[in-house]
């Protein structure tokens, strides 16, 4: 009968994933002297230093099996904006080279993800790939700055904290749901048109959009404790002493990366807001039967209780993984302190390199790489506003040639060219110069296929899709859209299939959760399964659950009464000896 359907135990679900480091374990800086030098003493010859860094990989290879790495696919997936420029990434190379001078150990391996974002952010995570927003290359005023950022970064590799400890392990699937969450949430913001409101959020809380994965590359950041941080701090100064850098701007960069961090904690809380006002919004959704029952009623209190704390535990474990521990006078204090005690105060540091940091980011082909990625943003953010003279005014300076180098801007433009100038052919045009990269999100294969779609061109919607799976080396972005191809083209058996991979992806069940948490509802075959069989239009599972049942029928009539009895007595004589 009436079952309580809870949301919450979702969130208890969370596993916080114990420490299995192999290699050698960096013991705690010393009372005295120098961290680098305590630290150079132990992994100075030792060639496991780093441990086994394939190990997290090769999980990763089990899910996706692309062309892309794993380790960069799962961002592709999530739609995070990639900026591709060998000029950037040889600058950071070049200041990385410099900063481990004084590094004795094995040298790290380590990679760059440049992303669209246009806060300042940068963070390890478990694969040693070193992100770094867009945001923050526009932010920083010398090469010094930068190298701040870069030492303090590296510090957690050599440290091994990303081994330790990683948000995806930590909260692998609660940074989804809030992400989720939020677009579902600012879905209801931006749609004025209330009739429209469920099936905008809706749509976009299951395939995602542009700003899931901002969003999701926001909570995604991952927090160390108090004392990872102080460690990576101290060696990150070690770092810059050593190779040279005025490690005063470190101080300057803490600065910067603390505003950031707190305008992270005033978005978490509007999308926490815009959260429980769509959750209030649906709130008659979680009341069935007789509303004058007391039962009922207190099911549906119990419901919608259970929905809310769940959304605000979510968004409280992340807002408290992202707590910066120490405040920002404190770190600043923690490393004069130490610069103190450990260089006796420290020389007179050299000036800060302006020079070279304006060749190669604010000048050339970087400078407009990165102007054109912040039009880009302001357009994709406009249009999600319906802000249509902003982004109108943005899609100017978006710089036509990047858009197979950075991500952003063939979204943007092509979204433009989509909701505004209403030009599907150039919008086409558009996405598949930006999917000849192996880069692009998983956006930009789905909305060409939408395009192809809207065309009658289930071919070309398919072979999009296939080009996406192929990269990214995993289906479950691509199921919907397969679904309507297929059906498209009456390859009925095939979409049929696909709608019940929809169903197969148990794991994604965070995107259920979040959409059923808004939408007040508990349907038994889950979000992705409803919104595919949306897509192929009939239920295929009840579909061909009546006709085994129609068969399993008919066989028994067709059965002859003598084998019938026999079967039954076989039946009871099993019974009898397990009983
Ligand atoms: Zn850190």
Known sequence: MNRIHYFLPGVLLVVVSACVTTGVKPTAPPQQGIYLDHLNSQARGSADWFGDLDRERTKLKKTYKGTVAPELATYLEKDVYLVESDGIEAYHRKILDRLLTGWEGPRPEVSFIFESDENMNAYVDVYNQIHVSTGLLRSVENEDQLASVLAHEISHVLLKHNQQKSASKVIPWSIEMAGTLSVAAAGIAYNKDKKQKYADYAEKAVIGSQSLGMAWSDMLAPSWSRNYEREADRLGLDLLIRADYNYEQFYATIEKLHDASLRR?????????????????????????????????????????AASSFAALTFNKIAQANVEHDTREQRIDAIKTYLGEAYDGGDLPPEADVTSYKKVLRQGSASRILDADLAAIKTIKALNEKDVSTAKRQTKSLGWGFNGAVNSVGIAQSSYKTAVQRQPDSAIKTLRRLTQSEFAPAEAYVKLSDLYLQKRDPESAKQVLHQGINRIGRKYRFLPNLVSAHKMAGETKQAEDYVIECQEHNPERNMNLAQRALAGTKKSKGGYYSYCTKKLGYDVLARREQEARRQAQQRKANTPESVKKASEKLDKMLKGLFN
Do not use: C, W
């Open 265 to 305: 904690s005033a978005r978490q809380e509007y999308f926490m807001g815009m959260t429980v006002a769509a959750l209030k919004g649906s709130k008659s959704k979680f009341y069935k039967g007789d509303p004058n029952d007391k039962k009922d009623k207190m099911l549906g209190d119990l419901k919608y209780l």
